[in-house]
């Protein structure tokens, strides 16, 4: 039996967990479970009450497990948060004669590249982690090539963007999923998992702007000449417009929240 695959999204305003299964090139959707956080435990992105936030994740982890009918241990989360950082940052490295490629060896590029970062940056990224990176390019003896695996060649060189938050966003994070009873194989960017999910390779060479408007945060990915070269968050998405018709009529947040939810089917 394929192994099945757990991922949760965190959100501002509600948890979404995916149990799936990759068939072939493809990734078949076995189950999922939508909730709303029944408070407010999250503000732009950051977790402030962790304990919340681990109660709605474990009902829909407890769902999920009754309605599949095993148990769910690993999973894979994408984050957001404030104060990201976006750094690009490469590695070369010079072959014996003409050298065949492998996997292992642009994996091994990749990784110093990103490790280069916090010596070159200047910046001190002690109170940060990585959180992801997408490769830019790749060259092969000075010539720009899409996928290096199994090309032989005297030289390779690769950049790479590398993005890091903060580390309180993680280690929030990581305490809500201990308390879920729950280990995190895979982390990533909501941005760079939304551009994986929505925008296929052969469409990055245009120009385009990837934006995921959410309660806490608008997650932003940018593509051209067939790469993603850049990413960003901002803190300003629904929850300014839910907060703004909460001053505006004198209502409490919930309340405006339904308010601005109506307006999708009511104009008054």
Known sequence: MKEEIFALDIGTRKVMGIVARRENDCLEILDVEMMEHPTRPMFDGQIHSIDEVAKTVK????????????????????????NLLTYKSSAERDLFQTEEVTQDL???LEFEAVDKISSDSGKD????????Y?????????NRILSPVGHRAKFVFIE????????IVLDSIFAVLRK?????????LEPI???????????????????DIGAGTSDIAISRDGVVFAY?????????????????????????????????????
């Open 193 to 211: 998992s939304a551009m994986n999910a929505i925008i296929p390779t052969e469409m990055r060479r245009l120009n385009i702007v990837l934006v």
């Open 180 to 188: 879920s009873e729950l280990e995190a194989v895979n982390l990533t």
């Open 232 to 268: 960003g968050m901002v803190a300003e998405a629904g929850d300014e417009i839910t907060e703004a018709i909460s001053y505006h009529l004198l209502v409490d947040f919930s309340t405006a929240e339904k308010i601005k939810r109506a307006l999708e089917t009511s104009e008054q």
């Open 125 to 132: 990224l002690s109170e940060f982690y990585c959180v992801g």
């Open 160 to 167: 790479v963007i590398v993005t890091f938050l903060p580390r």
């Open 59 to 82: 009902k829909i982890k407890d769902k999920l497990e009754s309605r599949r009918g095993k148990k769910l241990d690993k999973v894979g989360v994408a984050v957001a948060g404030r």
């Open 106 to 108: 642009i994996k091994a």
């Open 134 to 142: 997408s490769p830019v390019y790749y060259e092969l003896d000075g």
